[in-house]
Structures are given as C-alpha cells and as structure tokens.
C-alpha cells in the first residue's frame, strides 16, 4: 500500500480500511519507519478511563525517522528555508545534512548542561531556525518540550514552567516582529523570579539588545554549542514515551498541558501531511503559523521533516514592511503549499486586490485554511485572489488535542465546497450526536461533533492531571472523544464546522451556529471582521449579539447598525437579525489569532465577574474598550 492518496476511488479505499481494519492499516503506514523494536501490539485503548497506547512497547527515536531514515536520499536537499522578520536581511537555508549536525550539537550542548530523558524543556523563542533545532535537539535526547508562543506574558510564562516543572529555558535576548522589537529575555527573567524549578537559561542573540545574563545560570546559545560534537547517538524511547506538552488556555483557571506521545503522533502528522497537502518531492511547503501553536509542530517543524519536504519558517508578519509581504515570499521561494488562517486572510482582505496583484503566484499549487472555520467571504476571496481559481483550498479541521488533521479536503482529490471542512481523513471517525449523546445517522443533521475511535495522534492526558483530561473530553458523552465544536453533515455527507458548542445560539427554540450570522454580516461592505454570540434574553431564551469592526468613516455607528441588522434579516430571515450590534475596534484574540468569545458572552451578558486572564491576549486593551461600548437594554 502506498502512503499517499491518489485519486477519491483511493480514499473511499484507504478509508473502509481504516474503519474496517484499522490496527491493520496503521500498522502498514507504521512499517515504513526505522525503530529498535517493533510493537507487541499495534492498539490498546479505553475511553472511559481514558487510555490510550499505540504500537505498544516498540522502542524507536522520532529524529531517527527525520535523519537517519532520510540522509541517504537527502543529505543535499532543503529541510528549512528560514524568511527573516526584515526582507532585507539574508534569508537562511539549511540542507538535511546540516540540520542534522546542528541538532547533534545542541543535543550535546544541552546533555552537558545536565538535561536528560524525561526532562521538560521550556522553548521562548522567535521564529527562528534555532527554535526548531531545539525541537528535534529535546526529541533526540528524549527531553520533553513545551513550546510557549513568544509573545505570552511572564505571568502565563511561570504558569507553564511551574505546572510542568522545567528545568530548562531555550530563549533570546530579543524578538523582532514587524516594527517592534520585543524584550524576549527580559520576560523570561521576569517569569523565573516567580519559578524555582529552573536551573539553566540558553539564550540565542537575535537582536543584539542589552540583555542581562545571571551568572550560573544564563548562558548564551554559541558559548553552549562551543566544543561540541556534530554526531549524536539518538536516546532510545519507548512509543509512549511522552515528546512534548503544549499548554491551551482554559476559560478559567491554569492551562491545561496538552500531553503527546512519540511513536503515533510521528506517524500521524506524517501521514496527514502528506496527504492533506499531497506534497511531491521537489515542492516548498509553508505554513505561516508559529512554532509556539500545535500547527507549528505539526505542519512547520514534524510533519514536513518527517515527509522529507522543504518546509519555510517566517519570522514577521504578514503585513509588515507592506500589506504583500506573503505574496512577496511566496515569489520570491515559488511556494508550492500555502497554509494560513483565516484571521491572517481577513485582515489582508481588507487592504484589497492591489497588494497580490504585485505578485507572480503562478507556482502555487494548494492553499489551505486552519485554526477556526473559515467564513464564505474570505473563502471565495482566498480562493479567487491567491489561488487564482486554480489551486484546491483545504479548509481543515483539528484541535492541539488532536495532534494532526482530522477532517479535511485532500488537495485536488476532494471536491471543493466552500467553508466546509468536508470528510475525515483515513483512520478518523466521526459521529454527530444530539445533546442526550444519540448519534444522529444520515446527512442533512447538526449536532455535537465527536471521535468514536482512537487515531496514532490524539491527547493521551493532560500534564500532572489525568482527571482533567477525562472530565473535559470523555466525561460529555460515553465511550466518546467530544471535541466541544458542533458540525452540520449537509445533503451531500459533507462536514461544516459550526464553531464551538456554546457558540451555538438557540433563538427561540431555532438553534443557529454563530459563524452562520457571522457570514452574513460579513457580507456587508463596511465590516472588516465580525464575532456573533448569545445572551440571555427574557422572551427567546437566548439573543443574539454582534461585535463589529468597520472601515467607515464617512457613517455614524447607528447606521452602520442599523443596516448590518437588516442585512442579517435579509440573508438568513428575521429569526436570526442581532438584537444588538456594537461596533468596535477591534476583538479579544489569542496570540494565535482566535477571537475570545468568552469574554464577548460576559460583556454581551453583563456579567464582567471572572473575565479571566486576559494578559495572555494579543490585544488586551481592546477589553476595556469593547465593555465601555456596550449596552444593553
């Protein structure tokens, strides 16, 4: 069996495998990777404790499967193409051959600080090659890596290192990111004056700042890497040896560390990768994300490598020197795969035609879509503006607890439906069920969408606290992985993500998604971005409130209301106009670029009791602003 999906006559194939025989088809995807030992047992699996282990007891090195099962056949060929923040400076290009040997240096330099298997390992970092040399560095020596996104505070920094007890940070003096050049260090210090688990700090010079360095303790990146070796026996670990955490925020309280394990996440964001984004051998593949965020580790840094691509990093921001910075770099590297988020394609929306039209993106063959559903509008200008019509666009869908992909066009073999996530990937299966947890058999039903079927990537636990993961994905609904969003499976078996569960709004007894209202006030011309939520509302149970961001100078707020009202009425019916809309200037995200829709529901609600942490937000300021707006009746 070939690993890579060719046509849909092989997907519907692969797919009744999957289903029908499914130890047996991971087992043969598994076969293709070098290990010590292979398992005893391809699947052991409970949900109800929960527990999960695949390719039980086999013994093998993720970096093995990147390096040596590669080198022969790669040892020249582009692992990393790194983009810089300043489009001036010099880009960097690092061969297999040369990421190999500066993985071995740095897994020497950090064993001869004392971090061994079984270690957790703290990376602050820019989007830097070095943040992804120190990836695969911790996965050769068997150390578990966090990842936090450079951006977080030093509060929420403290947070994860406490919670999981680092005894290393991997960081840098400075971040540049667009025009701002942010004290990464000097955060990292911050966060370890409320930490006792640290013992040592390696710190990358990026931006040449001052940076203090406390003795004993600090120690810059080259200083560590001086002596070492560029040959490395890889540690050898078991399939369930755990490779990282990744921390997600929760509404309230600390963050739950996110818990992947070696052995079935290798296979799984290989396989995905390959087949989401049906990557040939010469192709550049580039995700926009960062590195801090699971689609970072999975289709920027595991995924791509272990598929033997040529995967770019970028270090800014799409819009900085200039709205066509992506398109730019998409020339300039004739990129052949493009993945972004819909945030990313709103906010370029709005700057117009002009900035892509600058640019050759002729060598663009797949454009791809993740991290929340993307609405009809952005779709259709993706598709028509960068894809020029021509290139499937994978709308994909997946979570950090999933690990990889779950549904998804598979490029050029799916047919395209616009803002529809589509089918799940082999090995993936999902169930809708109603509130009562009844699965709902057929198409044309909407429900709660969730995995009746363990997959090689998905959560083991989450970190330090088994319970957590049980009560938060195993609890809702029996024998069940609930993934907290609602899905709409349409005429054609087709999967829509609905959003969030509690972004579902039940309007007089009419249960409507929010990114449906949302998509229709993003039909009007003067809206940028849009968010939708529900509020208690005395007569219909729950009303519907929407936030807004405008480029209309020339129109009063009570206008721009008025006519987004009607707008909404007239595209999807009276039942589903705002009873409110407040314009504003911009919305609470994550770093990650997803809207905060917790805090729109307490502001919408009047209820600004617990907002949470908010210091974690991209655009903290925004709260005070959007609360001082509001109003309701």
């Known amino acids: 069996m070939s690993d890579r999906i060719r046509n849909i006559r092989d997907y519907a194939n692969d797919y009744d495998k999957s289903v029908n025989y499914p130890e047996k088809f991971w087992s043969e995807i ?37 390096f040596e099962r590669l080198l022969p ?85 403290a947070d994860r290192i406490n919670d999981c007890e680092a005894k ?64 490395h026996q890889a540690e050898v670990l078991s399939a369930e040896d755990l490779l990282f955490i990744l921390y997600t925020s929760g509404s309230t309280g600390k963050p739950k560390g996110v818990v992947h394990t070696t052995a079935g ?19 550049v593949y580039w995700c926009t994300a960062d590195i801090g965020w699971i ?77 929340e559903p993307i609405n009809e509008e952005a779709w259709h200008w993706y598709h028509e503006h960068i894809g020029k019509g021509n290139c499937p666009l994978v709308d994909t869908w997946w979570q950090t607890e999933t690990g990889g992909i779950m549904i998804s066009p598979l490029a050029g073999i799916t047919p395209n439906k616009p803002a529809h996530a589509s089918l799940p990937l082999p090995g993936v299966q999902p169930v809708i069920v109603d509130s009562e947890g009844n699965e709902l058999i057929g198409n044309n039903v909407e429900g709660n969408l969730c995995i009746k079927y363990p997959w ?52 007089s007894g009419h249960r409507m998604g929010t990114a449906e209202v949302e998509n229709a006030i993003d039909e009007h011309p003067e809206v940028v971005e849009s968010a939708v939520v529900g509020y208690p509302h005395k007569i219909k149970g729950q009303g519907i409130y929407a936030f807004a961001i405008c480029d209309a100078a020339e129109k009063s707020d009570e206008v721009l209301e008025d006519e987004i009202k009607q707008l909404v009425r007239k595209i999807i019916g009276p039942i589903a ?7 504003v200037s911009g919305l609470p995200k994550t770093r990650s670029g997803k809207i905060m829709r917790r805090i729109l529901r307490k502001v919408a609600s009047r209820d600004l009791s617990n907002l949470g942490d908010i210091s974690t937000l991209l655009n903290p300021e925004v709260v005070e602003d959007i609360i001082k707006g509001a109003s309701l009746d």
């Open 30 to 66: 598994a076969e293709k990777f070098n290990w010590k030992k292979k398992w005893d047992q391809v699947l052991n699996w409970d949900f109800e404790t929960p527990h999960v282990s695949w390719f039980e007891n086999a013994e093998l090195n993720l970096t093995e499967n990147i």
């Open 73 to 157: 056949t790669h040892e020249n060929k582009t692992a990393i193409i790194w983009e810089p923040n300043d489009p001036d400076a010099d880009s960097i290009k690092l061969t297999y051959g040369e990421l190999f040997k500066a993985t071995c240096k740095f897994a020497n330099a950090m064993k001869s600080q004392g971090v061994n298997k079984g270690d957790r390992v703290i990376i602050y970092m820019p989007m830097v090659p070095e943040a992804a040399i120190a990836m695969l560095a911790c996965a050769r020596i068997g150390a578990i890596h966090s990842v936090v996104f450079a951006g977080f505070s030093a509060s929420a920094l």
């Open 168 to 231: 290393m940070v991997l960081t840098s003096d400075g971040n540049f990111r667009g025009n701002k050049n942010i004290p990464v260090k000097a955060i990292v210090d911050e966060a370890l004056n409320h930490t006792k688990f640290v013992e040592n700090v390696i710190v990358l010079r990026r931006t040449g700042d001052k940076t203090h360095m406390t003795p004993g303790r600090d120690l810059w990146w080259e200083d560590a890497l001086e002596g070492q070796s560029e040959q």
């Open 265 to 283: 996440y290798m296979v799984y964001t290989y396989y995905s990768f390959l087949n989401v984004f049906q990557y040939d051998a010469n192709d």
């Open 295 to 371: 689609t970072g580790h999975s289709y920027i840094v595991y995924g791509p490598l272990l598929a033997g691509a040529t995967t770019l990093i970028f270090e800014g921001v799409p819009t900085y020197p200039h709205a066509g910075r992506f398109w730019e770099i998409v020339e300039k590297y004739k990129v052949n795969q493009f993945y972004t988020a819909p945030t990313a394609i709103r906010a370029l929306q709005v700057h117009g035609t002009a900035p892509v039209e600058k640019f050759d993106l002729s060598s663009l063959k797949v454009i791809g879509s993740v991290g």
């Open 456 to 507: 090689p990537s998905m959560i083991r636990t989450t970190y330090g606290d088994h319970q957590r993961c049980k009560d938060t994905y195993f609890s809702t609904y029996k024998g069940m992985y609930f993934t907290g969003d609602g899905v709409k499976r349409d005429h054609d078996g087709y999967l829509r993500i609905l959003g969030r569960v509690d972004d579902v709004i039940n309007v």
């Open 577 to 583: 106009k705002p009873e409110h809309v407040q314009i």
